[in-house]
């Protein structure tokens, strides 16, 4: 059994001999979390709003937290790279000890009224549902911690040590902001993340599994350009840049990168083949019992579903070429989108394109994205052992399980810095029923009473 394994496979018993969640939160706190959520929302914190209005909502956020009791010193707030971050610290009884750290973002991806049903930054509440931009994506969790925090001040718990809330300010653009909390808390022992991992409900609404996100790929754009001195559209030459720059892209599509594994994906494609039958099912069980299984990588690498978690994937998202339509073009360029394996180096992966590319004619460039490399996050038992309870305090025996994300959050900066960073969720959703970053966002009221639960025995547990 591999460690991985080992590591959720909790016992019962020992579940059960966990002191339990004290004072767990009532209709009162659940109406103020809902509250907090609704306001949150109210604030337009794209960026093209600017500066000033994400300072806004984060002294607005620190407001909740003096009131329940935190020092004004306690909770600071502060410009950053256009955007703001927001630090607010818990004090331990032992401030020697590493802190835990939990992360969250203030901003949202950007939303145009018109295309909406509703006004996105008018909190909706409706037909079981919050609507607005950042109901789920991050807003919900932002506002089940910052609740959660208020209501252990307020009721004078005290940590074993200092439990320091982390919010930045453009986790959707360039993660400046991050870089910096990254870098001023690289001291903490861990970082729980609120945007990441969470619940899956199937179509009755049920709980079906929980996901502990523990690495995700390492996103990077890359550009290809081609050049050429053009001329008259009458007498094409063979330096044509859109023709060249098509064909590298046709080599590019026809790359498969080698197959690679960790202990997060082999745990959680394991999981996933327990209940799976059939050819992918047992494909699924083989690669996670033995990753150098090439039938089993076959099969799976065939599935578009499954093929991402095997391997880097990069493709062709946009593409430009030319300046008019009588003319021979005298540059083409592409956008190549990769997903890099975590821990493999981004810049292993450029020298993988140029090799592919092999047209001295087309230059390939990384883009500033606003990523760098991470390696995966190790499964401690203390964190598995810590989410398992709180999942299981509102969905008892429910399967939780280790994920790897295809997608980056704050977690790259904490775990590039060497601090393992979990994302803990206290979400559950239908795989249709949030709309992040899409058309009319949303998040079940349903899910507060738990998540405030779930937030409450992540702290108490963790912090202690």
């Not at 939990?102 to 991806?109: E, K, Q, T």
């Not at 509703?118 to 607005?132: I, L, M």
């Not at 401690?380 to 994300?405: E, I, M, N, W, Y």
């Amino acid at each position: 059994m591999s460690s991985a394994v080992r590591a959720l496979a909790f016992t019962a018993a020992l579940l059960a001999a966990l002191p339990a969640v004290a004072a767990p939160p009532g209709p009162a706190d659940q109406a103020q979390a809902l509250e907090i959520l609704k306001s949150s929302i109210s604030y337009r914190t794209t960026e093209s709003a600017g500066q000033a209005t994400m300072l806004a909502y984060a002294n607005w956020l620190k407001g909740v937290l003096v009131k329940a009791g935190y020092r004004e010193a306690d909770v600071t707030v502060e410009p950053v790279a256009g955007t703001a971050v927001l630090i607010g610290r818990l004090p331990g009884r032992d401030p020697s000890r590493k802190p835990l750290v939990i992360s969250g973002h203030m901003d949202v991806v950007e939303a145009r009224a018109e295309d909406w049903t509703r006004d996105p930054f008018t909190p909706v509440v409706e037909k079981g549902y919050v609507f607005g931009r950042g109901a789920a994506d991050n807003k919900f969790d932002v506002s089940m911690v910052v609740a959660t925090l208020a209501r252990l001040r307020a009721e004078n718990w005290r940590p074993g040590r200092d439990v320091i809330l982390a919010l930045s300010g453009d986790e959707e653009t360039l993660m400046r902001s991050t870089a910096v909390l990254a870098q001023r808390l690289k001291s903490a022992d861990l970082v729980l993340n609120a945007d990441g991992g969470g619940g899956e409900l199937d179509a009755s609404g049920k709980a079906v599994s929980y996901g502990i996100q523990g690495a995700e790929k390492t996103y990077a754009d890359f550009t290809l350009l081609a050049v050429d001195p053009g001329g008259q559209s009458s007498r094409p030459t063979p330096g044509n840049p859109i023709y060249r720059l098509a064909r590298a892209l046709e080599r590019i599509e026809a790359h498969r990168f080698p197959v690679q594994s960790n202990e997060i994906t082999r745990a959680s494609l394991a999981a996933s083949g327990r209940d799976l039958q059939g050819p992918t099912g047992e494909a699924l069980r083989r690669f996670a019992a033995d990753p150098n299984d090439a039938a089993a990588a076959k099969v799976l690498s065939d599935d578009p579903s499954w093929a991402p978690y095997l391997r880097t994937t990069c493709v062709a998202t946009l593409v430009s070429g030319g300046h008019a339509s009588n003319a021979l073009p005298q540059r083409a360029s592409a956008n190549v989108n990769c997903r890099i394996f975590p821990g493999t180096p981004s810049t292993s992966v450029l020298q993988v394109l140029k090799d592919i590319v092999a047209d001295p004619a087309i230059t390939v460039t990384r883009n500033d994205d606003g990523s760098i490399d991470s390696p995966p996050s190790p499964l401690r038992p203390d964190v598995v052992r810590a989410v398992t309870k709180a999942v299981h305090a509102v969905h008892p025996g429910l399967a939780v399980v280790p994920a790897q994300s295809a997608g980056a959050t704050d977690s790259m900066y904490f775990r590039a810095a060497g601090v393992p960073s979990y994302g803990v969720s206290g979400l559950f959703t239908r795989d249709d029923d949030t709309y992040a970053h899409g058309l009319n966002e949303r998040a079940p009221l349903a899910a507060i009473p738990g998540a405030l639960v779930h937030w409450d025995s992540l702290i108490r547990d963790l912090g202690r």
